[in-house]
Nanobody, 125 residues
Framework: QVQLAESGGGVVQAGDSLRLSCVFS????????VAWFRQAPGKEREFVAA???????YYLDSVKGRFTISRDVAKNTAYLQMNSLKAEDTAVYHC???????????????????WGQGTQVTVSS
């Protein structure tokens, strides 16, 4: 069965950087689209970034230019490089994977059938 495991979260100051990792196991990683979502306290989970076949990437407007999603198929790992972090980036970050991700649903949670437990990112101002 597919499993995802995130790591790399932590407590940082505004302006710092973090790189989140998501290790994928249980299936052929190369056939899956991957995404990162986040959930801040008291708020609904929101889309942050996605990667789909062909190397296309998509971002939440507020993280464009600061965050970069990537993946290494050889390592079965997806990454989220986060630079110039802001207090409003504080949240639990989840990676997600799906085999039926297309352009029209790429920002939709329902497109992703496999989720990690999440990693906490706290940015102090």
């Amino acid at each position: 069965q597919v499993q995802l495991a995130e790591s790399g979260g932590g407590v940082v100051q505004a302006g710092d950087s973090l790189r989140l990792s998501c290790v994928f196991s249980g299936a052929d990683f190369s056939t899956y689209g991957v995404a990162w979502f986040r959930q801040a306290p008291g708020k609904e989970r929101e889309f942050v970034a996605a990667w789909r076949k062909g190397g296309y990437t998509y971002y939440l407007d507020s993280v464009k230019g600061r965050f970069t999603i990537s993946r290494d198929v050889a390592k079965n790992t997806a990454y989220l490089q986060m630079n110039s972090l802001k207090a409003e980036d504080t949240a639990v970050y989840h990676c997600a994977a799906g085999r039926t991700v297309i352009l029209s649903n790429i920002r939709n949670e329902q497109a992703y059938h496999h989720w990690g437990q999440g990693t906490q990112v706290t940015v102090s101002s």
